[in-house]
């Protein structure tokens, strides 16, 4: 069964590269936004790797007043293996 993580639990000032479910980094499958409407997170964007199941909301889905992912690109640091937000 494919384990999932809950966005309350994520430092969205980080990237969640222990986020489960995906790779332990992005070297070989790279990055991507993902735009969180949660209320336990509120309306932000972080990066993680691409084959990393979206992050499941303990809290209610919220409107956001735009795309918290919009202008935002996700790329993997070669160096930590982390996914960044440029």
Do not use: W, Y
């Amino acid at each position: 069964m494919e384990e999932s993580m809950d966005l309350a639990t994520v430092d969205v000032a980080r990237t969640p590269d222990d986020l489960t479910g995906g790779s332990p980094n992005c070297h070989i499958v790279g990055c991507r936004t993902f735009a969180s409407s949660c209320s336990t997170t509120g309306c932000v964007c972080i990066a993680i790797t691409k084959d990393n199941p979206d992050p499941e909301c303990a809290g209610t889905t919220i409107a956001c007043p735009s795309d918290p992912c919009a202008g935002q690109v996700a790329q993997c640091s070669h160096t930590s293996g982390m996914c960044r937000l440029l």
